[in-house]
């Protein structure tokens, strides 16, 4: 009897999903606060593997997630196009920053774009740091810099500097070179080696940073736990999962905002 319970237990244990996520939500500390509430109503286990958003995409593709998780809109539409994901449900938003020396050599505080603000470096052959990993903070960043009609090459352009790494070595190198970079605003506030550098642009319309959550279609990957995910959905896009998103802070700042 006591094998059998053993066994039983062991077998509702191993129910989980698999979640292909950018690095943001989980280097903020949001899946530690968020997801032992899901798993405590449900009983149901959430694997995050969190990787560059381009990374995560191609790892569903390979059928290894029952969800996605990013945050690049057109990255997401054209997962979906292919046949990948069965519909994309926006769930949150947060932002992009600007981080830079507080002295602001170049004085890019007074620019009103952020376009204007990119020629600014770029005119001044000013160090900024290029993460390079097809994450989606990559992505973003090079459709800002597109905004602006030149895009840096890092193989010419010495000022823009190619790492091929995450947030938060991007960070380091930007305060060790006295660099600018684009930042998620969770990844900037939870970042501890702070130093002389602070935010420089903000609160723009064109840094808005959409989350998307994408259940993997059971066509391309027939052993995705489909009904599973669906309570994970519709959980999250609640009333509860809202408060518990919109409850979420970080030095007493929210750092994220559902989605009506």
Not at 193 to 201: A, G, R, S
């Amino acid at each position: 009897f006591l094998n059998l319970l053993f066994f039983s237990y062991h077998i509702k244990a191993q129910e989980f999903i698999i979640i292909q996520s950018t690095t943001s939500t989980r280097d903020s500390g949001f899946y530690d606060y968020l997801l032992p509430k899901f798993q405590k109503k449900f009983d149901i286990e959430v694997r995050v593997i969190a990787v560059g958003t381009g990374q995560a995409i191609k790892n569903a593709k390979n059928c290894d997630a029952d969800l996605l998780l990013v945050h690049h809109k057109p990255s997401e539409v054209e997962f979906l196009k292919q046949g990948f994901g069965l519909y994309r449900k926006e769930i949150m938003y947060n932002d992009y920053v600007i981080i830079g020396p507080k002295n602001d050599p170049i004085n890019l505080r007074n620019e009103k774009s952020i376009k204007e603000a990119l020629k600014k470096i770029l005119l001044n052959n000013f160090n900024f740091i290029t993460r390079g990993d097809d994450s989606g903070t990559n992505k973003k960043e090079k459709e800002l810099w597109k905004t602006t009609g030149i895009q840096p090459n890092p193989k010419e352009d010495r000022w823009y500097i190619d790492i091929g790494q995450g947030m938060g070595a991007a960070l380091n190198i930007a305060v060790n070179k006295n660099a600018y970079t684009v930042s998620d605003r969770a990844s900037w506030l939870n970042f501890l080696n702070k130093q002389n550098h602070e935010i420089i642009l903000e609160n723009n319309p064109k840094l808005y940073n959409f989350y998307g959550l994408i259940p993997i279609n059971p066509l391309r990957c027939p052993n995705v736990k489909k009904n599973e995910s669906k309570k994970f959905i519709d959980w999250i896009s609640s009333i509860e999962g809202k408060q518990i998103i919109n409850n979420f802070r970080i030095k007493g700042k929210q750092l994220f905002f559902s989605v009506d």
